[in-house]
């Protein structure tokens, strides 16, 4: 390679001129995203069926299709959430599952199921749902002269459809107000004094307004199409239609009832500022960009506004574009700046720009070149990527610094330029490589790992990986090229000697450490291995662990809940009161709020997947803090939590992920503790749940403490008695029916259309009892049940009484459960987690058949930190064994190792001494840190075994070689801290996040450093103190003493 390159150096730079034209282009083009893609096996099922219970979903659907499931390959997991009108089930797969079969295989069961569903049952929607399916911002439709059904019908009919020609965007149904729909409002008193039922309208208006097919009659030689106005032509006609003659009187709609063209029953607001709104949920598909859907959504927005009245206004609010765009310009900020000054650390040590110049131009190649396989491997910019190309950087120098100065010293050994170039570039190669296949060692477990492990940590491996070959290839080929170019030989020929100056000085004073430790090698080695250890022992103990760095950044998401069953309208007022204790808590400085108040209308199952509200009693808050608010988040949270109870004490809080970064890793759940307590009984579960929450309530870190289901939901239970039934000559479908007709709707029990011929979009009609008319159980009793009868009444037939019963019904498999919630408050995940299992622990054993399970982000949290560090003991196992089938010698593989315990100590330490946490980020520093400590030690051991061989002394060798090998570690190592000093600091956008990463490598090149230069001689000269010079090939020719011909 190097031959080649020297031979036909034109070649050479028209091919690297190439690859920085492709890459050019791939970071053009590339996806731009906060994380990478998750790829998460997950498939929902979503049943909708307005009016049934939580029991009923549960019994009628759930439980049916969670069995028929079973047949489907590759499930890991099955759940099931229950509420009035809607059965909400996920399925978890085994890692790669097929989804596509799986999809198709779901599919098949549903339709198998529908056969057991009761009648008028829609089909179930199945959903491939990833996690990284989150929205990524808010169309808000406001208009200060039309209704919220206007505006809904508007962004529904009109702006829905157009997402269709967005690539990589889809979105829910407009969140806000219900479906229009034509609504019949029946008087009770006006159909008691027409002897009518409301039963009698429903006929009346299914008979009056109906689909027939047109037919076609041939006259001539023309062929017309017969059309008959079956269906009524507008909303006015309504109030014509016949219910019953009575005489000479004929009884019209307009007599018994108000017709208008309204909505369904309102079940839910949206408030944007305050304000009544309608806003739509922004979501990319996994595979798309979010700033490349965000930006093609805004352009749009003129030709959105054509399309609506000029009444209406439409905006884009909760922008999480801008929380990529800073992130991946901190990122790339801090690696510019880091690669500024790793070019001025190797002037100052090289003390020739010339030579520095051929440093630096190596580090865009590589970067650039690194976007370009990364492209190609189908991987986006993001925060990992980012990250493992900023944290390559200073290895980046590695690589090209060593052959800098490697050709200084053949050019100060009078050599002309060409041939110290060859000498110097040959001598080095294969050490080189055995560096970059050490260094691609530690990451080679990303491959092997699972979940979301794998996918945070693959992509900043190969970012790293790429990176490292394309510098490896690079200093190979390029680098002597330039060099050739650039260096004056003339400025070597008398360089001064170097013993003179001040590393001189550092190396002698080295040298003479290691003479006084050498004849006491074996109880230094051994102090250092027990005080590294050990230390990293106690570190591991002592420090917090998190799944991800914690990130102050200026959002918050709140869930509110009043008691069971609270009304709509005075949950909208609690929430309303609690935005103004927001307001007034951050004074003023507030962008934005959003909230969600009520029940995803049945009609809208899927939106469930993104705001998940069991009943009116609960709303969502979102809240977008403005530039100037420079406090921090969670105490602000903490500050919230006190100010609301104050004036809200019936209240339960629970704040809840927002950043796109916290909602992916959360995986759905909506606090960082979640305990699954699962049994067959769901009142002995509230029992053992509810002294799990008195239990969890007196830790001191824990807040938000409370069970996530309404359990106690408010009933009106009504007993029919079918014998009296029977007696006055009804039915229990007739009373049922009649119950109906006055609490509900006839939406879900006698289907009826209407086509609005201006915008061709069908709606559905329906006869209902206004809501304010029924406000008392006695109205209730009072009802008769035969049209033109004062008797019976509904007490006649049947009791009533007022109770409870849970209003969410959740199952996993054989057994329903209830979540216990809460959240933390300046405390790691990992230590919340083990408080959390002692206060399971102290209740003592469930009773029979019934767990109590720590799930959500804590058993991830698990998952994660038992991959990373299985990952990190494979990655030595790996390194081991190829310098053991290098050096053919297990003994200097020990030798080369023995440095990765300061790596661990001096991580931790420096992560421990900043307040950091052993997150994902950091973890990759310290496996970082392992794969340079190897390659500095390798330095040392390699030229240590070829001086052993030439003195026949290894103590002699060891410690020469730690003084020639002093200068290029030092340069590189330093290079590559001050490299990471920009992203240690954490300054940027995303500098909570990556920060860890930086302190972790900083620390442990720190430690490995000085473990590289005093202990790894030690170790050698110990290990290899009684060992021959003898080869140990076992061919008969190969018996003279071995050489090694490569030294690095």
Request: charged share 15%; hydrophobic share 45%.
């Amino acid at each position: 390679m190097i031959r080649a390159a020297l031979k036909r150096p034109i070649t050479i730079l028209v091919m690297f001129m190439g690859l920085l034209l492709f890459s050019v282009m791939a970071v053009r083009s590339i996806p731009v995203d906060i994380f990478p893609q998750l790829n998460l096996p997950v498939i929902y099922v979503i049943e909708q069926y307005g009016g049934m219970s939580a029991r009923q979903m549960e019994g009628f659907f759930a439980t049916r299709m969670q069995d028929q499931f079973l047949y489907v390959n590759g499930v890991k997991n099955i759940e099931s959430k229950n509420i009035q009108g809607l059965s909400l089930i996920k399925l978890t797969f085994y890692e790669n599952t097929d989804m596509a079969e799986a999809s198709a295989q779901v599919a098949l069961q549903v339709n198998r199921t529908m056969a057991f569903f009761p009648p008028g049952a829609l089909p179930p929607q199945v959903i491939r749902f990833d996690a990284s399916s989150l929205p990524v911002g808010e169309l808000v439709f406001s208009s200060k002269t039309r209704t919220l059904a206007d505006i809904f019908d508007l962004a529904m009919t009109r702006i829905r459809p157009l997402f269709a020609t967005i690539p990589g965007l889809t979105a829910p149904p407009p969140f806000g107000s219900n479906a229009r729909t034509m609504v019949i409002n029946v008087d009770p008193q006006k159909l008691q004094a027409f002897n009518l039922s409301a039963d009698q309208v429903v006929n009346a208006i299914t008979r009056n307004n109906t689909m027939t097919p047109s037919g076609n009659l041939r006259m001539g030689k023309i062929m017309y199409v017969t059309s008959v106005n079956s269906l009524e032509d507008s909303v006015r006609n309504f109030d014509d239609i016949p219910i019953q003659s009575q005489g000479a009187a004929t009884v019209y709609v307009r007599d018994v009832a108000k017709v208008e063209d309204g909505t369904d029953v309102t079940v839910d607001y949206s408030l944007v500022n305050g304000k009544r709104s309608v806003y739509m949920p922004i979501v990319k598909t996994p595979d798309a960009s979010t700033l490349t859907v965000v930006n093609t959504l805004k352009e749009r927005i003129p030709e959105m506004k054509s399309l609506l009245p000029a009444d209406v206004e439409v905006s884009y609010k909760f922008d999480q574009s801008v929380f990529v765009i800073n992130a991946a310009k901190s990122l790339m900020t801090e690696g510019i700046l880091g690669a500024i000054l790793t070019g001025l650390t190797v002037l100052l040590f090289l003390r020739d720009w010339r030579s520095s110049l051929v440093v630096i131009i190596t580090i865009p190649i590589a970067i650039l070149g690194a976007v370009f396989f990364l492209h190609l491997c189908g991987q986006t910019i993001n925060i990992m990527t980012l990250s493992g190309l900023s944290l390559a950087i200073g290895i980046l120098v590695d690589e090209s610094t060593v052959t800098i100065e490697n050709i200084h010293q053949h050019l100060e050994m009078g050599k002309s330029k060409q041939l110290a170039i060859w000498n110097a570039c040959q001598e080095i190669a294969f050490p080189k490589l055995l560096i970059l296949l050490c260094i691609l060692a530690v990451f080679a477990p990303a491959f092997v790992m699972n979940g979301v492990p794998k996918a945070m940590f693959l992509p900043l491996s190969l970012s790293i990986g790429f990176a490292m070959i394309v510098s490896f290839l690079s200093s190979q080929t390029i680098v002597p090229v330039i060099s050739n170019w650039l260096l004056r030989e003339e400025m070597y020929r008398h360089a001064h000697k170097e013993e003179n100056d001040y590393f001189g000085i550092v190396k002698q004073a080295l040298a003479d450490r290691l003479k006084k430790w050498m004849p006491r090698r074996k109880l230094v080695v051994m102090i250092y291995l027990a005080f590294t250890l050990t230390g990293a022992g106690l570190c591991l103990v002592i420090i917090g662990k998190d799944l991800l760095p914690k990130n102050n950044v200026g959002q918050l998401q709140l869930r509110l809940r009043e008691p069971d069953g609270t009304r709509l309208e005075v949950t909208e007022r609690a929430t309303k009161g609690v935005l103004d204790i927001l307001d007034s808590t951050v004074d003023h400085h507030i962008d934005v709020t959003s909230a969600y108040v009520g029940l995803v209308p049945s009609s809208f199952g899927t939106s469930n997947l993104y705001i998940f509200n069991s009943g009116t009693h609960e709303a969502v808050i979102q809240v977008n803090l403005d530039d100037h608010f420079k406090g921090n988040v969670e105490e602000l949270k903490d500050q919230l939590r006190k100010n609301i109870l104050a004036r809200y004490p019936e209240l339960h809080l629970s704040f809840e992920p927002i950043e796109l970064t916290e909602k992916i890793m959360s995986q759905g759940a909506s606090t960082p503790i979640e305990v699954r307590v699962a049994g067959k009984n769901i009142e002995n579960i509230e029992q053992y749940a509810d002294r799990l929450v008195d239990t969890l309530s007196h830790i001191s870190f824990l807040r938000d403490v409370q069970i996530a289901q309404p359990l106690k939901f408010p009933v009106v239970n009504i007993a029919a008695d079918r014998q009296r039934i029977a007696m006055m000559g009804l039915n229990l479908r007739d009373v049922s029916k009649s119950i109906t007709d006055l609490t509900s709707s006839s939406r879900f029990t006698d289907k009826n259309l209407w086509l609005d011929n201006r915008n061709s979009y069908t709606y559905q009609t329906q006869v209902e009892v206004p809501e304010y008319m029924m406000t008392s159980l006695e109205q209730l009793r009072n009802a008769p049940l035969v049209a033109g009868q004062v008797r019976p009444i509904l007490s006649d037939v049947a009791s009533l009484r007022i109770d409870t019963l849970p209003g969410e019904y959740d199952r996993a498999g054989p057994r329903r459960f209830v979540t216990v919630s809460a959240n933390i408050y300046k405390k790691d995940l990992g230590a919340a987690t083990n408080a959390v299992q002692k206060a399971i622990n102290s209740l003592g054993t469930p009773p029979s058949g019934m767990v109590a399970q720590i799930k959500g982000m804590s058993s991830l949290l698990t998952e994660t930190l038992d991959s990373l560090q299985s990952g990190l003991l494979a990655a030595i196992i790996v390194i081991l064994l190829l310098l053991a089938a290098n050096y053919q010698s297990f003994g200097m593989a020990i030798s080369v190792l023995s440095t990765v315990p300061a790596v661990l100590i001096g991580s931790m330490t420096l992560l421990l001494a900043t307040g950091a946490t052993l997150n994902l980020q950091s973890y990759m520093g310290i496996i970082m840190s392992i794969g340079v400590s190897v390659a500095n030690a390798l330095l040392i051991v390699t030229n240590a075994e070829h001086l052993r061989l030439e003195y026949k002394d290894p103590f002699k060798a060891a410690i020469a070689s730690a003084s020639m090998r002093f200068r290029p570690i030092l340069m590189t190592t330093l290079a590559m801290i001050v490299g990471m000093i920009p992203m240690a600091s954490g300054l940027g956008e995303s500098g909570d996040q990556t920060a860890p990463l930086g302190r972790a490598v900083i620390g442990g090149l720190i430690a490995s450093t000085f473990s590289a230069l005093l202990i790894i001689p030690l170790v050698f000269g110990w290990i290899q103190q009684k060992k021959t010079f003898a080869s140990v090939s076992l061919l008969p020719e190969d018996e003279e003493p071995m050489a090694l011909t490569l030294t690095a």
